[in-house]
């Protein structure tokens, strides 16, 4: 891995991917998304292994699809390249992802955080999609994602002037859970994924799915996945523990089964 690093024991059952461009305030080139996906891959097939943070460095957690790579290229070596098909399988992470974010998240980085779960932002944290800024425009979800979570009004602000919003904002309109101090940002994240890693995986993994179905159908076909991912949850041992334990009055130890 040349761009990003991976701790696969980051804490107990919290692993941690740290985009490491700093230099290009860590453009996502071509090899770096490659890296992203396969570690992302790896991590979700580790049971050890229960939420993902993912974040850069306090000026960026990335400041969008690597420019300078893609200047040159014409329509067909884009369709050929198909750059944003490695975003599908990150898409498809199993496991709960928490993007820490700090300083710039333009682009595809601000495209990255909101396809993770959730996203914990440095009061430094800037939200932003300026891609109409260098002729074109959001590529990797932007107009999608920050639409469902904005709404129409700001996310056509944004997507149409550039103009960037800050934690604040992006809290205020629902883009993002909390904010932290710069040096607590992380801790912030920390504090989030461990309380998610208390959880059991089971039940966290198919309750990742129906909350991401709310966004991919009607309403009586996602009360359907819903309701079979509610069922099934009964064949594991976790929910048996769990109930258990509510009424033992003690508190859980989920095993992921
Ligand atoms: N691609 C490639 N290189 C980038 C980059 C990007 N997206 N963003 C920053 N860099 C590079 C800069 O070129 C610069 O490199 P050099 O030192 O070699 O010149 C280095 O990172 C530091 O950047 P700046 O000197 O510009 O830093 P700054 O603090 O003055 O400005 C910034 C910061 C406002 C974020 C500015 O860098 C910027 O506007 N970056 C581009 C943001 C952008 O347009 N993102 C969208 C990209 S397109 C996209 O993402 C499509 C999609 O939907 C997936």
Redesign the pocket.
């Known amino acids: 891995m040349e761009f990003i690093t991976v701790d696969n024991q980051f804490e107990k059952h919290i692993a941690l991917i740290r985009l490491n461009r700093p230099?290009?305030?860590n453009?996502l080139n071509l090899q770096l998304m490659g890296e992203l996906r396969d570690a992302l891959a790896e991590l979700d097939a580790d049971d050890e292994v229960r939420v993902v943070i993912l974040t850069g460095n306090e000026k960026a957690f990335a400041?969008?699809?690597?420019?300078?790579q893609m200047a040159g290229k014409t329509a067909i070596d884009m369709l050929i390249t198909d750059q944003f098909s490695t975003w599908d399988q990150i898409k498809k992470t199993k496991k709960p992802l928490i993007a820490a974010v700090s300083g710039?998240a333009?682009?595809?980085g601000c495209?990255l955080a909101m396809t993770c779960d959730m996203i914990v932002a440095s009061e430094s944290a800037r939200f932003g999609q300026?891609?109409i800024?260098?002729g074109?425009m959001?590529?990797?979800g932007?107009t999608q994602r920050l639409t469902r979570a904005v709404g129409k009004a700001r996310a056509m602000e944004m997507v149409l002037t550039g103009k960037f919003i800050s934690a604040e904002e992006a809290l205020a309109a629902g883009l993002i859970n909390r904010i932290a101090p710069v040096e607590m940002y992380m801790e912030a994240a920390k504090d989030l994924a461990r309380e998610i890693a208390a959880m059991s995986p089971v039940a966290a993994r198919l309750a990742k799915e129906s909350v991401n179905r709310a966004f991919e159908t009607h309403l009586d076909e996602g009360l359907h996945f819903e309701r079979k991912n509610f069922y099934m949850l009964f064949a594991s041992e976790d929910q048996k523990e769990g109930m258990q334990a509510f009424v033992e009055k003690r508190k859980p130890e989920f095993k992921g089964k």
């Open positions: 230099k290009e305030l453009a400041a969008g699809a690597d420019i300078k710039f333009l682009g595809g495209e300026p891609e800024k260098i074109v959001p590529g990797a932007g």
